[in-house]
């Protein structure tokens, strides 16, 4: 059950996370959930303890979402930073 709710999470995170920071258009459903996963691993050990928050492990809450949301804005906006870096070379 728990990689269920791994892949739905991270799916949804992801997904979220794109839209906030307009790279919707580039990714599909896969990397959406990659990127949510990715995420929720990020937000849970480097967020996670700052806001006294758990992470999806611990249960589905509105701050276990919002903690794996960061995380994965995180994320997507240091791949955007080393991808436009490329661009520029």
């Known amino acids: 059950m728990g990689i ?3 892949l739905v999470m ?3 995170v992801g997904w979220v996370a794109s ?3 307009g790279t919707s258009g580039q990714q599909g459903i896969v990397l959406n959930v ?3 996963i990715v995420g929720a691993l990020i937000g849970g050990f480097l967020i996670g303890p700052l806001l006294g928050a ?3 492990n611990d249960g589905i809450t509105i701050m276990s ?3 794996s949301l960061i995380g994965a804005i995180i994320l997507l906006a240091i791949l955007s930073f080393f991808q436009r870096g490329k661009k520029r070379v």
């Open 4 to 6: 269920i709710v791994w």
């Open 10 to 12: 991270g799916g949804l």
């Open 19 to 21: 839209m906030i920071m």
């Open 34 to 36: 990659v990127v949510g």
């Open 54 to 56: 758990g992470s999806i």
């Open 65 to 67: 979402f919002i903690v």
